[in-house]
């Protein structure tokens, strides 16, 4: 928010409860693509994944900002909101 860029880790939750994390820098008024191609073929440089390359993610993530719990959704959909 504002004209810093900002850290933002997405913390993904499979059914069975085990976690995953995706963290990137977001730069000021600019977006950027969580899990997709990135859980595909593994982290670009810049992403940092602690979820395996391949990993389905069907179920629930939250999202930290500045490491504070920011929002919490889940579709049921692999890595989208």
Same mark, same amino acid.
């Given at each position: 928010?504002?004209?810093?860029?900002?850290? $933002?880790? @997405?913390?993904?939750? /499979?059914?069975?409860?085990?976690?995953?994390?995706?963290?990137?820098? $977001?730069?000021?008024? *600019?977006? /950027?693509?969580?899990?997709?191609?990135? @859980?595909?073929? =593994?982290?670009?440089?810049?992403?940092? @994944?602690?979820?395996? $390359?391949?990993?389905? @993610?069907?179920?629930?993530?939250? $999202?930290?900002? /500045?490491?504070? *719990?920011?929002?919490?959704?889940?579709?049921? *959909?692999? =890595?989208?909101?």
């Amino acid at each position: 928010m504002g004209a810093a860029s900002t850290d $933002v880790t @997405l913390t993904y939750v /499979k059914t069975d409860g085990t976690t995953c994390t995706e963290t990137q820098t $977001v730069p000021s008024k *600019q977006s /950027k693509t969580f899990a997709g191609n990135n @859980l595909i073929t =593994g982290a670009p440089a810049g992403v940092t @994944l602690t979820c395996p $390359v391949g990993a389905r @993610l069907i179920g629930a993530a939250y $999202v930290r900002y /500045k490491y504070r *719990q920011y929002a919490s959704c889940g579709n049921g *959909q692999p =890595g989208s909101w």
